[in-house]
């Protein structure tokens, strides 16, 4: 059974910093794309940043330059560090790993159970 397991969430002031990380276990063939997803209050849910095997990266410009996703491909666990943190930035963050659990079969998406960041200003 697949297990996608976000960590890292919690308050901070405006300004300030946070890390989350995701973790997928179980039998797991191989993981492409794992991305960063939120959900505000009232909002549709919005793809944050999103890394590929080799390391390339997408981000939405609300957090270019604040925020930096990486990847432990040997740890199946994906990082995003946030920076300078604005009340708009307060959301449930989900992460999401695009994955196969066997050589030859179709890659699934597999979703965490989200962690909540509350930025105060």
């Known amino acids: 059974q697949i297990q996608v397991v976000e960590s890292g969430g919690g308050l901070v002031q405006a300004g300030g910093s946070l890390r989350l990380s995701c973790a997928a276990s179980?039998?797991?063939?191989?993981?492409?794309?794992m991305n960063w997803y939120r959900q505000a209050p009232g909002k549709q849910r919005e793809l944050v940043a999103a890394?590929?095997?080799?390391?390339?990266?997408n981000y939405a410009d609300s957090v270019k330059g604040r925020f930096t996703i990486s990847r432990d491909n040997a740890k199946n666990t994906v990082y995003l560090q946030m920076y300078n943190l604005k009340p708009e930035d307060t959301a449930v963050y989900y992460c999401?790993?695009?994955?196969?659990?066997?050589?030859?079969?179709?890659?699934?998406?597999?979703w965490g159970q989200g962690t909540q960041v509350t930025v105060s200003s």
């Open positions: 999401k790993a695009h994955l196969t659990v066997r050589i030859g079969t179709e890659g699934l998406d597999y």
């Open positions: 179980g039998i797991i063939f191989s993981i492409s794309v």
């Open positions: 890394i590929a095997t080799g390391g390339d990266t």
